[in-house]
């Protein structure tokens, strides 16, 4: 089953603005938008934004979701050495009726 | 406080099922579509399979390469769900994770790790 499209890295300096993007179809993304993921080695991920582009409060509005057609990207501002991790999008796929996930993107910030 | 705790660590040989506890506490499970996750070593996350809430029948959705070999089951009285996956291979090595979903997966489990090992 096909998946969703995430570049594998990304790197930035300290303090820049990293916007990172999510490929997929009318069926998924562009049906009822992704849902975006945060996860630190070893350790479960974690929800940055939901599909309403919602963020929960104990996320750092530094993390903006947006949407755009069948695109997805998730932009962090003010980079620090802890928003480096594996960064992945989510989307129910209408078509399939599966949940689908792109491969991951890690960011490293340098 | 919400959160879900998984049961501990397995290994299994190839040929063999193992089934992996989720409790659910601060919340009752059958209120949201609950997940199944895993990711293998140093791999990506892979969705698995879903519980409907009981308002929308309480059914089971699976992808296409598990829908033959996982079964999804509950109990009511300990707001546990448990994931079995059948047939196992060494490929099946990795972290099993549960989570819920509201829009996106949540709540998420500590993980699982289930090695296919002779």
């Known amino acids: 089953q096909a998946g969703l499209t995430q570049p594998p890295s990304v790197s930035k300096d300290l303090g820049q603005t990293a916007t ?29 934004s939901n599909r309403q582009n919602g963020r929960p409060s104990e996320i750092s509005d530094r993390f903006s979701a947006s949407r755009s057609g069948n695109s997805a990207s998730l932009t962090i501002t003010g980079l620090q050495t802890e928003d480096e991790a594996d960064y992945y999008c989510s989307a129910w796929d209408n078509s399939l009726s599966v949940w689908v996930l792109g491969g991951g993107t890690k960011l490293t910030v340098l | 406080q919400v959160q879900l ?13 193992v089934k992996v506890s989720c409790e659910a506490s601060g ?92």
């Not at chain 1, 179809?25 to 070893?42: C, F, T």
């Not at chain 2, 791999?43 to 698995?48: D, I, S």
């Open chain 2, 27 to 118: 919340f009752t499970f059958t209120n949201y579509y609950m997940h199944w996750v895993r990711q293998a070593p140093g791999q990506g996350l892979e969705w698995m399979t879903m519980l409907s809430p009981s308002r929308d029948g309480g059914g089971t959705t699976s992808a296409r390469k598990f829908r033959h070999r996982v079964t999804l089951t509950s109990d009511t009285s300990t707001n546990t769900v448990y994931m079995e996956l059948s047939s196992l291979t060494y490929e099946d090595t990795a972290v099993y994770f549960c989570a819920r979903e509201v829009e996106g997966f949540d709540v998420w489990g500590q993980g699982t790790m289930v090695t296919v090992s002779s």
């Open chain 2, 5 to 17: 705790v998984q049961s501990a660590a397995e290994v299994k040989k190839p040929g063999a099922s």
């Open chain 1, 20 to 48: 990172l993007t999510c490929t997929g179809d009318s069926n998924n993304v562009g049906y009822q938008g992704v849902a975006w993921l945060q996860q630190h080695q070893g350790h479960p991920p974690k929800l940055l």
